[in-house]
Nanobody, 124 residues
Framework: QLQLVESGGGLVQSGGSLRLSCAAS????????IGWFRQVPGKEREGVSC????????YYADAVKGRSTISIDKVKKTVYLHLDSLKPEDTGYYYC?????????????????WGHGTQVTVSS
């Protein structure tokens, strides 16, 4: 059974950093693309970053480009999202998702496997 579990969220001051983790089980990361998404109440879920397990290519949304790094540890079956220079507008519930053969900028509804998410709150 495919399963994703996020961790690493929390409360951080503006300008701080966090590392989110997405632990996968039940499948191999080599054939999946893993995406990070975030959502705030009243707004649509949006893509933040993505990594293709087969080749390691990455994608970053404009909102986080230049201050985030996504990486993959295939031994630990975990994908990490490191967020730097956090801003209050980065506040949200962060989810990771997995899908085969999907473009990193695909709409969230096309991703089939989701974790339960982790809350990130950035105070000003």
């Amino acid at each position: 059974q495919l399963q994703l579990v996020e961790s690493g969220g929390g409360l951080v001051q503006s300008g701080g950093s966090l590392r989110l983790s997405c632990a996968a089980s039940g499948f191999t990361l080599d054939v999946y693309t893993i995406g990070w998404f975030r959502q705030v109440p009243g707004k649509e879920r949006e893509g933040v970053s993505c990594i293709r397990g087969s080749v390691g290519s990455t994608y970053y949304a404009d909102a986080v480009k230049g201050r985030s790094t996504i990486s993959i540890d295939k031994v630990k079956k975990t994908v990490y999202l490191h967020l730097d220079s956090l801003k209050p507008e980065d506040t949200g519930y962060y989810y990771c998702a997995a899908e085969k053969s999907i473009s990193c900028d695909s709409y969230w509804i096309f991703w089939s496997t989701w974790g339960h998410g982790t809350q990130v709150t950035v105070s000003s």
